[in-house]
């Protein structure tokens, strides 16, 4: 495959360091948190990312966006024949990708419906605000009120959501299962080509999992890649990834299929650890990618 093909259709991540910004020395390797990421991402592919608490399942994805509590100390991401990591975090979101937080903030006062349009307008404008186009002008680019409300409509039938939502303050008194929808609200409207969803199962029970999960699924199309990060097997039985790789200690220490996923929830992360020759502590032995009996119980 040539590099051309490569830029366009894929997220290439290659020799990835990251460290917390607010590390007294960010660049030396005892402080990285990310330790040599090599990871490529086509569209319409779907990979999981699974791994221990503080494995860096979520610093991947926030250093993927740009967020300014990190700092990439080394290698490169290109996305689109654009260098990422030299673009701002809404260029990077102009340039179609998205994240799903784990956990998404409330903004009192926005409502859904003019969060979302502010977004999508801004994404029409494009990476670099062509002149041109106006995103407010249905005549120079931008999409008209009725069409908005339309789309809308079209994506609240899809998620199978209440259209009550738009007319609420962004994730301002919602539930957890409330405020994962929304991003999943979020991601409909705005059609990324590239999607990172981080933990996207984090607090939810099994019926608001599942009801998530047929969000994504709905949402699933050759144009749109999809990194899935999640500590638990029970993600990937409503979402069926074509790779699963295993992040710990800093790096991907194994890559998969769903077999990989199955065999962690049986077995837990230290055997895998320990097959890629680290040392496998406490830890590790007990944090199993299984799910415990209480988590399956709707609460």
């Known amino acids: 495959m040539n590099d051309t093909v490569t830029s366009d259709q894929h997220l290439v991540i290659r020799d990835l360091h990251v460290a917390?910004?607010?590390?007294p020395d960010a660049a030396a390797p005892d402080k990285e948190i990310l330790q040599g990421i090599d990871l490529t991402i086509g569209?319409?592919?779907?990979?999981?990312?699974?791994?221990?608490?503080?494995?860096?399942?979520?610093?991947?994805?926030?250093?993927?966006?740009?967020?300014?509590?990190?700092?990439?100390?080394?290698?490169?991401?290109?996305?689109?024949?654009?260098?990422?990591?030299?673009?701002?975090?809404?260029?990077?979101?102009?340039?179609?990708?998205?994240?799903?937080?784990?956990?998404?903030?409330?903004?009192?006062?926005?409502?859904?419906?003019s969060f979302i349009r502010s977004a999508l307008n801004a994404k029409l404008q494009g990476i670099d605000k062509n002149p041109d186009v106006d995103p407010t002008d249905s005549l120079r680019g931008g999409t008209s009120m009725r069409e908005f409300r339309q789309k809308m409509r079209e994506k609240f039938a899809l998620l199978k959501m209440d259209e009550s939502?738009?007319?609420?303050?962004?994730?301002?008194?919602?539930?957890?299962?409330?405020?994962?929808r929304l991003e999943m609200l979020q991601m409909a409207v705005l059609e990324p080509e590239m999607a990172i969803l981080d933990e996207t199962d984090s607090g939810l029970d099994i019926d608001a999992l599942r009801i998530v999960a047929e969000g994504v699924n709905a949402m699933l199309n050759p144009n749109m890649g999809v990194l899935l990060i999640t500590h638990y097997q029970r993600l990937l039985n409503y979402i069926t990834p074509d790779y699963v790789h295993v992040l710990a200690r800093g790096r991907i220490?194994?890559?998969?299929?769903?077999?990989?996923?199955?065999?962690?929830?049986?077995?837990?992360?230290?055997?895998?650890?320990?097959?890629?020759?680290?040392?496998?502590?406490?830890?590790?032995?007990?944090?199993?990618?299984?799910?415990?009996?209480?988590?399956?119980?709707?609460?």
Do not use: C
């Open 165 to 180: 939502f738009a007319s609420r303050y962004v994730n301002e008194g919602f539930s957890g299962g409330e405020k994962k």
């Open 43 to 113: 569209k319409g592919e779907v990979h999981a990312i699974m791994g221990p608490n503080g494995s860096g399942k979520t610093t991947l994805a926030y250093a993927l966006m740009g967020h300014p509590s990190y700092v990439v100390t080394r290698g490169e991401v290109r996305w689109k024949g654009r260098n990422l990591l030299e673009l701002s975090p809404d260029k990077r979101a102009r340039l179609g990708m998205f994240l799903a937080f784990q956990y998404p903030t409330a903004i009192p006062g926005l409502s859904v419906a």
């Open 253 to 299: 220490i194994k890559s998969g299929g769903k077999d990989l996923a199955l065999r962690l929830e049986e077995e837990g992360y230290a055997p895998v650890l320990a097959e890629a020759g680290y040392d496998v502590d406490e830890t590790d032995e007990t944090d199993a990618a299984r799910v415990p009996e209480a988590l399956e119980v709707a609460r």
């Open 20 to 23: 917390p910004a607010a590390a």
